[in-house]
């Protein structure tokens, strides 16, 4: 199950298909040292994007899966 307070690194980790996602919202260094600390919250507040936005997107990549 994937929830705003989820390190980056971990979702990355058990679901790598929503690399592509976090790609699309702006995130283009997914595997970089700080991600792997970064929950989504945090990650959504500093590129300036809607978590909730993002965490439909991610559901629905996860689920097409």
């Known amino acids: 199950m994937i929830t705003k307070d989820m390190l980056i690194g971990d979702l990355v980790r ?7 996602t976090l ?3 702006g995130m283009g260094c997914v ?3 700080s991600s792997q600390m970064e929950s989504l919250e945090e ?11 993002l965490m439909d997107s991610l559901h629905k990549t996860i689920e097409a899966k």
């Open 43 to 53: 990650a959504a507040y500093v590129h300036g994007f809607d978590i909730d936005e």
């Open 31 to 33: 595997g970089c040292p």
């Open 14 to 20: 058990q679901y790598p298909e929503a690399i592509r």
């Open 23 to 25: 790609m699309q919202f």
